[in-house]
Nanobody, 128 residues
């Protein structure tokens, strides 16, 4: 059974940092690209970053500088480091997996509808 389980979300003040984790089971990390998305009212589903099946990180243009994606194959976990949190970063952070056999998945990683598996998400709340 394929499972993606996020953790690490919390309530923080502006300027704080969080490291979110996506624990993956049922699939091999080297067969899937793993991405992080954010859902927030009024903002829709925003792509944040993708870690390709080959281990290459891709950060969305609008997220450069404060977001870092990394993986630990031994722990079957993909991380999202978020620094200098802002009010606008509030939302549900969700990881998703897409087969590397999907044509040009790394080119179109930011399109949520193409993904094969999704986690339930972890809540991040940034407030004063």
């Amino acid at each position: 059974q394929v499972q993606l389980v996020e953790s690490g979300g919390d309530a923080v003040m502006p300027g704080g940092s969080l490291r979110l984790a996506c624990k993956i089971s049922g699939i091999a990390l080297d067969d899937y690209g793993i991405s992080w998305f954010r859902r927030a009212p009024g903002r829709g589903t925003e792509p944040i970053a993708c870690l390709t099946a080959s281990g290459l990180p891709i950060i969305d243009d609008s997220k450069q500088g404060r977001f870092t994606i990394s993986g630990d194959s031994a722990k079957e976990t993909v991380y999202l480091q978020v620094d200098d949190l802002r009010l606008e970063d509030t939302g549900v952070y969700t990881c998703a997996a897409i087969s590397r056999r999907r044509i040009n998945y790394d080119r179109y990683w930011f399109i949520a509808s193409i993904y094969d598996f999704w986690g339930q998400g972890t809540q991040v709340t940034v407030s004063t």
